[in-house]
């Protein structure tokens, strides 16, 4: 469990490829430019953060890669599925088959346990992780058998990455999930992401406003104003248990 896979290829063919992304809302009046023109490649395995002020186009670059959203024009693929002109059941199996979600709100089912919360969503997916190996993944072992009511908040966020990751998914899309958490319980969510792209190498693309989490990034891109206005690449990149918060 120990061992670090070797660094995402870059020189290969990227799994997310993206070419002048963009989106607009119309608002009455004006148009909001929500993202501009961005090109983008992911490659297998990487662990990239999207850093930027609140606005700055970041949920609508995750849910346009994710599935949930369309540009309004550019290309988006996943290998070789287009993400763009895709129709309403294309993408559901995609985000079904290959996506796994963890947002700010963590929406366990309350009348279940932790065990029960991971692994119904275990019985869908086609290649799973054993649930509790999902489980011990996130440092929750010794909670098995309890109930959402009785966990921390920083708790049900760890079981809700439980449940992202025990469908083995292609990708993990993070949106701020440490959001409603103080700072010291984001971290222990920050790490077990982290860990998780370590361990089972699913490209994983998180948002967040903790700066911290860059140094365990593979590479950092910040946004403004829906463009990439900046891009850093870590050449070390720590892991969970090296990180300085
Ligand atoms: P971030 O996640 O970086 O805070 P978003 O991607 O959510 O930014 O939003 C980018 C811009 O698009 C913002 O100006 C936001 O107000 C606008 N926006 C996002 N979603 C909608 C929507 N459904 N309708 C209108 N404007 C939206
Ligand atoms: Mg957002």
């Not at 297998?44 to 930027?52: K, M």
């Not at 947002?103 to 019985?123: G, M």
């Not at 463009?227 to 990149?237: F, K, P, Q, S, Y």
Request: hydrophobic share 40%; with cysteine.
């Amino acid at each position: 469990m120990d061992v670090h896979p070797p660094k995402p290829d870059s020189s290969g063919s990227p799994v997310f490829h993206a070419r002048g992304l963009s989106k607009t809302y119309r608002m009455g009046e004006i148009d909001v430019h929500a993202l501009r023109d961005v090109d983008l490649d992911i490659f297998e395995g990487e662990f990239v953060v999207l850093l930027g002020p609140s606005g700055s186009g970041k949920s609508t670059l995750l849910n346009i890669l994710g599935g949930l959203d369309s540009p309004t024009s550019g290309e988006a693929r996943w290998r070789d599925h287009n993400l763009v002109g895709a129709t309403d059941a294309e993408l559901t199996r995609y985000r079904r088959e290959h996506v796994g979600f963890v947002f700010q709100f963590y929406n366990l089912i309350p009348s279940l346990t932790v065990l029960e919360n991971v692994a119904l969503v275990n019985e869908i997916a086609e290649k799973p992780l054993d649930p509790l190996e999902a489980i011990t993944l996130v440092g929750l072992e010794e909670r098995i058998d309890h109930f959402p009511s009785q966990l921390s908040g920083g708790e049900q966020q760890r079981v809700a990455v439980a449940r992202a990751i025990v469908k083995s998914p292609d990708v993990l899309m993070c949106d701020e999930p440490t959001g409603a958490l103080d700072c010291e319980t984001g971290k222990v969510v920050l790490a077990a992401i982290a860990r998780a792209n370590e361990r089972l190498r699913t490209t994983t693309i998180i948002i967040t406003h903790n700066a911290a989490i860059a140094g365990m990034a593979d590479r950092v891109l910040r946004l403004g104003g829906g463009r990439i206005v900046g891009e850093e690449r870590n050449t070390h990149r720590l892991s969970a248990e090296e990180v300085r918060w």
